[in-house]
C-alpha cells in the first residue's frame, strides 16, 4: 500500500547542490524507517543514508558521509536528502525506500521502493 515517490532530480554541475525528496500521497511514512539507495549504469545497488521513524538516528554511507543530509519532517509526510559538492560518480538513479525491519543500510531492510529519479552530474 505504500506508494513512495521521488522527486528533484536533475542535471547538476560537479560540485554543486542537489535536494531530493520522497513522500507518500495517502499512506503516512512515519512509522518507517525511510532511506536512499542509488545504482549507476554497470554498477551494483548501493546504500546511500537512510533515518529512523523519529529522525533521531541517521546512517550515511561513507561515499557521501560529509555530502549528504538526510532528514525528515512527519508532519509533511516527506523525506529530503541533500547532496553537496557533487561529483561525477553521485551520477545514479536514486531510489526512496521504506521499512520497519531491523536495519538501516541493507537493501532487504526495506519492503518498498519507489520508482527513482535521475541525478546527472556534468563537469
Known amino acids: 500500500q505504500v506508494q513512495l515517490v521521488e522527486s528533484g532530480g536533475g542535471l547538476v554541475q560537479a560540485g554543486g547542490s542537489l535536494t531530493l525528496s520522497c513522500t507518500d500521497s495517502?499512506?503516512?511514512?512515519?512509522?518507517?524507517?525511510l532511506g536512499w539507495f542509488r545504482q549507476a549504469p554497470g554498477k551494483e545497488r548501493e546504500f546511500v543514508a537512510s533515518?529512523?521513524?523519529?529522525?533521531?538516528?541517521?546512517h550515511i554511507a561513507a561515499s557521501v558521509k560529509g555530502r549528504c543530509t538526510i532528514s525528515r519532517d512527519n508532519a509533511k509526510n516527506t523525506m529530503y536528502l541533500q547532496i553537496n559538492s557533487l561529483k561525477p560518480e553521485d551520477a545514479a538513479v536514486y531510489y526512496c525506500?521504506?521499512?520497519?525491519?531491523?536495519?538501516?543500510?541493507?537493501?532487504?531492510?526495506?519492503?518498498?521502493w519507489g520508482r527513482g529519479t535521475q541525478i546527472t552530474v556534468s563537469s
Open positions: 525506500v521504506a521499512g520497519q525491519k531491523i536495519g538501516f543500510s541493507e537493501a532487504d531492510s526495506f519492503d518498498y
Open positions: 495517502g499512506r503516512t511514512l512515519e512509522n518507517y524507517v
Open positions: 533515518i529512523s521513524a523519529s529522525g533521531a538516528a541517521r
